[in-house]
């Protein structure tokens, strides 16, 4: 099945939509509602919960059907959200519960919509795709995922570093991690790496930056990623512009499969720079009641910044299942689903910090490295195909000499 985005010309900006539901009456309730959506323009087919995504024509989007039965749906999902390429998965719900929620979001859903469905809110959805579509034709280069939080002590310097870790163990593609919490600049010190330069070495070049002087203030990581460190002085961090964020971003996202930021968790220009820039903003909380009100707080800001890409997608960092604050009262507050946890593993992650090796040289098995690893395979799940033929590192260094900002 060809990936989102890599349909026929003809059909360019129509979103092909497979309805998925055990019962004809089911999906004639949901295609009724579709069939008023004028924009984006839709194609729509339709099958029973056992049909196969292959034979429905690569459609943009699959949406399924929870109204009874759990199980047939819930097996739908399990057994498509691995497969790549795939089309973006809906879960359309009739129960509200936290529990099918996370049932369902577990199993592979990329977004959550409820019955009876209303217009405006798929609508909203099919509007952020169909742009999603038309940027990533406009915009070539690697994807750029943003890892931030306004709470302090959740993780945000160690999630951000081992996915991108992840990234590159787990699908071989180059990585780079931006660390543009520019005061603390913790990310030399989680990798063990020390940068000689960093992105306040750019700052008198951004008028005519090119990715051989990009590649000059990269720090290279035994794993095979490349870490842009932040300023070693404070003084120079404050030096750094949204101007500077952005010019860098468009340039390694050329350079790059993947970059990760660790946009720490202070709001500013710089921040909303790299949001503007990402495909993914990956919000960080942990199980507590004060985390989930900041996290409400930045949903506002978020809304109201009219940034093109979706609402940010919030990862439970150091899960414990022991913890009172459960992840339904987390949900409950923020009216919105999880979308990964990452378990609580303070005996690896003391291991990592003593040790001069990453995670997945101190604990390549342990649950701690396998959720990472989920996360960042649901990640590349919902971006488009990569070609099978990827440039080395030589050709397209060249091929980017002479970018300018």
Request: aromatic residues 6%; glycine residues 6%.
């Amino acid at each position: 099945m060809a990936g989102l985005g890599a349909k026929p010309t003809e059909r360019r900006y129509t979103l092909l939509v497979h309805l998925v539901g055990e019962t004809e009456e089911q999906r004639a309730e949901v295609r009724k509602v579709l069939e008023e959506v004028s924009d984006p323009p839709l194609e729509i087919t339709e099958d029973g919960a056992h049909t196969q995504v292959e034979g429905s024509g690569d459609p943009d989007i699959a949406m399924v059907i929870f109204d009874g039965n759990e199980a047939v749906p819930l097996g739908y999902l399990q057994a498509h959200a691995e497969r790549s390429p795939r089309p973006l998965i809906f879960a359309l719900l009739r129960d509200q519960s936290p529990m099918l929620m996370r049932r369902v979001l577990h199993a592979g859903a990329d977004e959550m919509l409820f019955l009876p469905l209303d217009i405006g809110a798929v609508t909203r959805a099919l509007l952020k795709l169909s742009e999603k579509r038309r940027r990533s034709e406009r915009i070539e280069g690697g994807v750029i995922y943003s890892v931030t939080g306004l709470s302090g002590g959740v993780g945000l310097t160690t999630l951000s570093a081992n996915l991108a870790l992840a990234l590159c163990h787990a699908f071989d593609r180059r990585a780079a991690l931006v660390d543009l919490d520019l005061q603390k600049g913790g990310q030399g010190v989680f990798l063990h790496v020390e940068p000689e330069e960093s992105i306040a070495s750019l700052i008198d070049f951004i008028r005519k930056l090119d990715s051989i002087r990009l590649e000059s203030a990269l720090t290279k990581h035994p794993s095979g990623i490349y870490l842009l460190a932040a300023p070693n002085s404070i003084e120079d961090a404050e030096r750094v512009t949204d101007i500077t964020v952005g010019v860098v971003l468009d340039l390694i996202r050329q350079l790059f499969d993947f970059v990760l930021i660790d946009s720490g968790r202070h709001v500013n220009e710089n921040a909303v720079a790299a949001w503007e820039r990402s495909e993914e903003v990956l919000y960080v909380l942990d199980q507590s009641l004060v985390a989930a009100h900041s996290a409400l707080r930045f949903i506002d800001l978020f809304g109201r910044l009219g940034l093109r890409c979706e609402e940010p997608r919030f990862i439970l960092n150091r899960y414990d299942s022991t913890n009172p604050v459960t992840e339904e009262a987390i949900v409950k507050v923020l009216g919105r689903p999880i979308f990964a946890r990452i378990p609580r593993d303070d005996r690896t992650i003391e291991k990592v910090h003593l040790r001069s090796h990453d995670l997945w040289q101190s604990a390549p098995n342990s649950s701690l490295a396998r959720s990472v690893e989920t996360l960042a395979r649901r990640l590349n799940a919902r971006r488009e195909a990569t070609p099978e033929v990827v440039p080395g590192w030589f050709a397209r260094l060249l091929g980017a000499v002479g970018a300018r900002a």
